[in-house]
């Protein structure tokens, strides 16, 4: 049996693929991309919320955000080291990232323009991630599905986290409840397009299904979660802005409306209300660090040669 | 617990706050918290803010670096020091809250004083990176000189009169050993790294020398509280000369500042910055009173 063949015999026995097995060309390069824009998408995400840890208003709220966006860091780097098994470079990933060359979740282009934003974003955004990652749970790579168990734990954590935020808001003042139906006003759409275009638009899908780096297409994964969030939006008090929005008994799903399409290729193609400034961000953190790198990479060659003198 | 579910048990637990190690009702165990009879309460009160605002202060400017590090390895770290300084800033502002008597919380204390409530040091507050006012190197030269202040400072409270502050402080200095550890490992590779590095790191520790002098000076409160900062000088001293030497760097040779009228931070009397950082922290919380988070 050739190796191409037995690859494909072990991923549809649901077999995990380690690193130093043989796996296809195209397999390492969608795997390395895909895992990629995951990682720059929780770095590029630390900006949005982290935008907000400054003004927190209370010493809690305070505590809660900086250990979120800290997470997140965290969940950037065990994914760049996915990639890293797989024979990518972590210094080139963020080159890629900061030139455009790869991507990042779209949703972090809207900006965070109330603290309910840090609510919202924990609720519908991690909650919409969810939805897309624990699948990838049983994904095929190793690296990458025990990676996706710790951070799926991490996401439902912060999930609960922006959903009781909003909940005590909601219990609140009418200003603080004004100000969380108009945060959920501005993501609900946003949080739809993180499904990605509908499956009939979409080109990566079949032959991630095939391999088992995708399991479920961009429609059914958005369907689960708008089946999960309507209840969830009951209970909370907030109003989702779908007229369309409406179960239906013989599907046993609820109907909705489609996003602005436009406005998702719009935002995927660079110009989205924060495009450029995440970008940009990024791209200062990495270059005004430059030398503090430096010095540590010549820091420890130094130490390395007087050890070496040594002995 | 199920991954495929973990999202579905959100709406029967509402009621439950989530944030692990962000609340204090259990942070302290066992300390009495009774009101010791032997101190006056108002120097008590005042000592609890002094220590809750250096923490706070500073916590709110490490906390700028997150998202803007040179690694993401140092904006977990960075995070998790602002972290820890936040703890210790809720249970001392609480602790001041409770001596004072008047009903104050943590909040009220954080977000409902003015500038000249604020007993905390200079050193906390200046602006040393990652925005104008200085860079890593700097950032690094005040965590690696505060938290060697701090270690002698709570070394020094361990028998303190408040068993509250005693135990926030035994706390404490579990943590700010990983501080200062991580600060001094810095300060060496900054130190022995390149030409460049090497240059930023004395222009930090020049840029947060003159403030040490103040982190010194006992103030009327300490005194009357029987602590006195000018013996733990000697030790501070001989752990950043430590430090330094494996550096190759110097003591810096910079002048203390200046006072206003005799008066710093420990009397109310701030640098400019710090309008500014209490302007960003506060703003929110005012602008919406009797909201509950």
């Keep these: ?311 | 617990m199920s991954f495929d579910n973990a999202y579905e048990s959100l709406i029967d637990h509402e009621d439950t706050h989530w944030a692990f190690g962000t609340g204090f009702s259990e942070a302290l165990p066992g300390v009495d918290r009774a009101i010791p009879s032997d101190v006056d309460s108002a120097d008590l009160v005042a000592y609890c803010l002094m220590l809750g605002d250096d923490a706070l202060v500073l916590s709110q400017r490490l906390a700028e670096w997150c998202s803007r590090a040179p690694e993401l390895e140092e904006d977990v770290a960075l995070a998790n020091i602002a972290l820890d300084l936040l703890g210790q800033a809720r249970l001392l502002l609480t602790r001041a809250g409770e001596v004072e008597g008047c009903g104050r919380d943590e909040d009220a204390l954080a977000y409902l004083r003015d500038e000249r409530d604020f007993r905390n040091v200079h050193l906390a507050e200046i602006e040393c990176g990652p925005f104008a006012g200085g860079d890593f190197a700097t950032t690094m030269a005040r965590l690696l000189v505060f938290s060697t202040w701090k270690i002698a400072q709570y070394s020094s409270l361990l028998g303190f009169a408040d068993p509250v502050v005693a135990a926030v402080a035994a706390k404490g200095l579990k943590e700010l050993a990983y501080h200062r550890d991580h600060a001094a490992q810095w300060v060496v590779r900054l130190g022995d790294g390149t030409d460049e590095s090497h240059r930023r790191m004395r222009a930090g520790l020049a840029r947060v020398w003159p403030f040490v002098e103040e982190l010194f000076a006992a103030h009327p409160v300490e005194q009357r509280l029987g602590l006195d900062p000018a013996g733990y000088r000697a030790e501070f001293d001989s752990v950043i000369d430590t430090v330094l030497s494996a550096a190759g760097l110097e003591r810096p040779t910079s002048v203390p500042a200046a006072r206003v009228n005799g008066r710093a931070g420990r009397d109310g009397v701030h640098t400019e910055a710090m309008g500014y950082l209490l302007a960003e922290l506060q703003h929110l919380h005012r602008s919406l009173p009797g909201a509950t988070w």
């Design chain 1, 1 to 311: 049996m050739d190796l191409e063949a037995e690859f494909e015999r072990a991923v549809s026995g649901e077999q995990r693929v380690e690193p130093r097995d043989w796996m296809p060309d195209g397999y390492r390069k969608t795997l390395i991309r895909q895992i990629a824009q995951h990682a720059h998408s929780e770095i590029i995400g630390m900006q949005p919320e982290g935008n907000w840890i400054s003004r927190a208003p209370s010493l809690r709220r305070k505590a809660i955000l900086l250990a979120k966006v800290q997470d997140e860091a965290g969940h950037g780097l065990y994914l760049y080291a996915a990639t890293e098994t797989l024979g990518a470079d972590r210094g080139e990933l963020t080159e890629n990232l900061i030139n455009g060359r790869q991507k990042y979740s779209s949703i972090f282009n809207y900006p965070t323009l109330s603290y309910a934003d840090v609510g919202t974003i924990g609720w519908l955004v991690d909650g919409a991630a969810i939805c897309n990652q624990v699948p990838l749970c049983r994904t095929s790579y190793g690296p990458y599905a025990r990676a996706m168990i710790r951070i799926c734990k991490e996401e439902s954590f912060h999930q609960r986290q922006g959903y009781e935020l909003l909940m005590t808001m909601m219990r609140g003042t009418d200003a603080q409840r004004a100000m969380v139906q108009e945060s959920v006003d501005r993501f609900w759409w946003p949080s739809l397009m993180m499904f990605g275009p509908p499956d009939s638009e979409s080109s990566n899908t079949e032959q991630s299904m095939k391999w088992r780096i995708k399991r479920n297409t961009n429609d059914e994964l958005r369907q689960k979660f708008v089946d999960m969030t309507v209840p969830q939006a009951e209970k909370l008090g907030v109003t989702l802005p779908d007229p369309a929005l409406k179960w239906n008994p013989e599907r046993g799903h609820y109907d909705f409306g489609q996003p602005d399409w436009d406005e998702f290729w719009q935002v995927v193609g660079g110009n989205g209300p924060a495009n450029a400034q995440r970008i940009a961000h990024r791209r200062k953190a990495h270059e005004d660090g430059e030398w503090v790198r430096a010095a540590a990479a010549a820091h420890a060659a130094r130490r390395a040669r007087r050890e070496e003198g040594v002995a």
